[in-house]
């Protein structure tokens, strides 16, 4: 896919926008993940990665039953990210909780109705508040976080052993560095030479309980990856020049892009609010209200 | 009896040779498990996944989604223990064709407390899409692979290594969902599963020898459960029901045949042996058979007194009842 920075940069806008829309009209919301993560998911789906065509029409499909024995009707959600194939990349979306954000990522470049989001969190829909891996976008199911880096790991393995050229490809949260599995899926992927594994951490330093450093450190991060073997590229996570040379660069060992994000990039009034920015509730009509003028300037920025 | 020594290193490699899209997966038990000549005969086909089971778990769900059947091989209890919000939401959500071996079921190991599986079964069987089948002999453990052919979700096994007792003909294959019954009488209704069979075995001769005549059925498919011979054996005898397991009374044999009893109401009296909601320790195999109350002795003892009969058997008298190869004594015609 060949985008020019306007048009990642388009996309970037429309994710914050869009989320930001909703977490008003809902009255609370995940707003800081689409705030830092924007740039991220905008060159993820508009930029990086080779994936091919949705593999189906692109209006979400109601919930039609959990993965078994039985459920023909079932439909994984891995379709919004197109086909798989030998020369494509794959995307293994990690942190659940960034659900709205990829919807919105999804929405902004095609690849999901544009009026998808009015049945988000909604009873029977697939577009829920923590995606599993029947929501539009989402491959495996890791509301449990920590747990899609192995999977990837297992995915890019399988593919190594077939000798395909496609990445595969890891959307992460910086929290997710304090499970253990991630450390053991590290070391895991060095290990196996999977120089074909990418993953990408939105690494807003924030977390449920307030800031990470005061919650549970794990920097220095990239110094710590790669003393894991890994390829860990720091860079301005809201940069689009400096991330996507990141992401594009090839590399003989698993790399992770450490994108440094602010979790409340352009919408400066938020930080009133830190430390606690995993949702955003609006304490009175007076503190929504300037939200709302926050976000017509958002809008008219543009 | 014939014993059998290591039956799954050879076949194992065997059933593999024709099947590329077999790979297994070790966290530092290769040998334990059985499977070093594998790695040896198949190494682009083996996974060190190293001393970590929760990637390994994620892992081997990656591999299935991309048209691999992994083959998971370490002791039970690092499959469901350790790891289990992988295995539930990597693994069994998704329904993923991942082959869960776990070896040291219940007490055979001196292993002791960290590496008994006590309370697997009855994990695995609260884990929606999960089978589980568990092997008794020889002779499952050589065919418990055909059996998972059939099964596109998870397969848990609860696997037996080393020496083996071969209790049932090598021409009689363990069969998904199909029980062996082993024995035919009217006084009560023996169900047992894994190495509780062999000992299961020996107390019904002893307690034939007493006049009373059980009714003893092996279970290899422990879920989905409900092989319409038991409910025909158990409506058959006037006598209760007695299951034995290598495992804690709670949610594993005898919680399922009791809620098979209850379901159908078929209004059986249902006596649960096994160990009873305990952890156990680390010593040999028959030592905490005995100390348990899992062995030939304490069931021929519990039936007894179930049955109002005070019977004069020494556990000497028990221990040298002969366990021969027992086909079953029903003929296919009547599953």
Redo the contacts between chains.
């Keep these: 896919m060949t985008t020019s920075d306007g048009d990642v940069a388009r996309i970037a806008h429309g994710i914050r926008t869009r989320v930001f829309e909703h977490v008003l009209r809902n009255g609370e919301g995940y707003l800081s993940q689409a705030l830092s993560s924007a740039e991220i998911f905008a060159l993820l789906y508009g930029g990086v990665l080779r994936l091919g065509p949705v593999d189906g029409p692109t209006a979400p499909a109601p919930f039609t039953g959990?993965?078994?024995?039985g459920n023909a009707s079932y439909r994984s959600g891995d379709r919004f990210n197109g086909a798989p194939a030998p020369d494509r990349d794959r995307l293994i979306f990690s942190p659940a909780h960034y659900a709205l954000v990829l919807y919105a990522a999804l929405i902004e470049v095609g690849r999901l109705d544009g009026d998808a989001l009015s049945v988000f969190n909604q009873d029977g829909s697939s577009l829920e508040m923590i995606g599993?891996?029947h929501s539009p976008g989402v491959a495996?199911?890791?509301?449990?976080l920590a747990?899609?880096?192995?999977?990837?790991?297992?995915?890019?393995?399988?593919?190594k052993?077939?000798g395909e050229t496609g990445n595969t490809w890891v959307m992460m949260s910086d929290g997710e560095f304090q499970e253990?599995?991630t450390w053991?899926?590290l070391?895991?992927s060095s290990?196996?030479g999977l120089d074909r594994l990418r993953a990408v951490v939105d690494a807003n330093g924030q977390q449920c309980d307030g800031e990470m450093c005061d919650v549970g450190e794990i920097e220095p991060l990239a110094e710590r990856v790669r003393a894991f073997g890994w390829d860990a590229r720091e860079v301005d996570g809201h940069d689009l020049g400096a991330m996507q040379a990141a992401m594009s660069e090839g590399s003989d060992r698993p790399v992770l892009v450490i994108a440094r994000t602010n979790p409340t990039q352009g919408v400066p009034i938020y930080e009133d609010k830190a430390p606690l920015l995993h949702t955003l509730r609006f304490a009175s009509e007076e503190e929504k209200s300037r939200f709302e003028d926050a976000y017509r300037e958002m809008t008219e920025a543009r | 009896m014939e014993m059998v020594t290591r039956p799954h290193v050879q076949n194992f490699i065997d059933w593999s040779k024709d099947r590329p899209e077999v790979v297994v997966l070790s966290a530092d038990l290769t040998n334990s498990c059985e499977v070093g000549k594998w790695r040896d005969t198949y190494p682009?086909r083996f996974?060190s996944?190293?001393m970590?089971e929760?990637?390994?778990?994620?892992?081997?769900?990656?591999?299935?989604?991309?048209?691999?059947k992994?083959w998971i091989h370490t002791f039970a209890v690092f499959i469901y223990r350790r790891p289990y919000?992988?295995l539930a939401?990597?693994i069994a959500?998704?329904?993923l064709p991942v082959r869960l071996v776990g070896f040291l079921p219940g007490i055979v190991t001196p292993g002791g407390v960290t590496h008994q599986a006590i309370e697997d079964v009855a994990i695995m069987r609260a884990t929606?899409?999960m089978t589980i089948v568990e092997t008794g002999d020889a002779t499952e453990v050589e065919s418990v692979l055909d059996v998972t052919e059939e099964i596109?979700?998870p397969v848990y096994i609860r696997m037996l290594r080393g020496r083996l007792p071969r209790l049932f003909p090598a021409d009689e294959p363990m069969r998904l969902g199909v029980s062996r019954e082993l024995r035919s009488g009217r006084d009560v209704t023996i169900l047992t599963s894994g190495i509780a069979t062999e000992e299961a075995m020996r107390a019904t001769d002893v307690l034939a020898q007493h006049d009373i005549d059980a009714t003893h059925i092996h279970v290899s498919t422990l879920k989905p459960f409900g092989d319409p011979l038991i409910e025909d054996a158990i409506t058959r005898s006037n006598g209760p029901v007695v299951t034995l397991e290598n495992h804690t009374i709670v949610g594993g044999l005898g919680s399922a045949v009791s809620e098979f009893v209850t379901d159908r109401g078929l209004g059986r009296r249902v006596v649960r042996m096994g160990l009873q909601d305990t952890y156990a320790h680390g010593a040999s195999k028959q030592y905490l058979l005995e100390e348990y109350g899992l062995d030939a002795y304490a069931l021929v003892h519990r039936i007894g007194s179930e049955l109002g009969r005070s019977l004069e058997v020494s556990r000497e008298e028990v221990s040298a009842a002969p366990v021969e190869v027992a086909a079953s004594a029903v003929n296919a015609e009547s599953l």
């Design positions: 959990v993965p078994g024995r599993a891996e495996t199911t890791t509301g449990s747990q899609a880096l192995s999977q990837a790991a297992g995915i890019a393995l399988a593919r052993m077939r253990g599995q053991e899926a070391a895991f290990f196996h | 682009d996974i996944a190293g970590a929760q990637n390994m778990m994620g892992v081997a769900a990656g591999l299935a989604r991309e048209g691999f992994p919000d992988q939401m990597s959500y998704p329904n929606p899409n596109d979700g």
